[in-house]
Nanobody, 122 residues
Framework: QLQLVESGGGLVQPGGSLRLSCSAS????????IGWFRQAPGEEREGVAC????????SYKDFLMGRFRISRDNARNTVYLQMNDLKPEDTAVYYC???????????????WGQGTQVTGSS
């Protein structure tokens, strides 16, 4: 069964960058679209970005304004989320998720990681 593990979170100054990793085991990510989500304290979980398993098409939430970039390395069975120009409001637990359906940022995903904390200092 597919298992996902996120890493790369941490504390970052405003304007700083982080790269999150979503590493998979138990199955190849070739067959899965991957989404990144986040949940801030007291807020509902929201979709951030996704990448399609079939054609590598990417999709992002408009509020990111081009600051984040999702990519995948199938050889490493890993998907990345490069986050630039981080702001205090980006503070959240970030999750990756996988599904065999086409990429949809707010879609339903079958497999989830445990999350990694990103804290933007103010």
């Amino acid at each position: 069964q597919l298992q996902l593990v996120e890493s790369g979170g941490g504390l970052v100054q405003p304007g700083g960058s982080l790269r999150l990793s979503c590493s998979a085991s138990g199955a190849s990510l070739d067959h899965y679209s991957i989404g990144w989500f986040r949940q801030a304290p007291g807020e509902e979980r929201e979709g951030v970005a996704c990448i399609d398993h079939f054609d590598g098409r990417t999709s992002y939430k408009d509020f990111l304004m081009g600051r984040f970039r999702i990519s995948r390395d199938n050889a490493r069975n890993t998907v990345y989320l490069q986050m630039n120009d981080l702001k205090p409001e980006d503070t959240a637990v970030y999750y990756c998720a996988a599904d065999e359906a086409p990429c949809y940022v707010d879609g339903l995903y079958d497999y989830w990681g445990q999350g990694t904390q990103v804290t933007g200092s103010s």
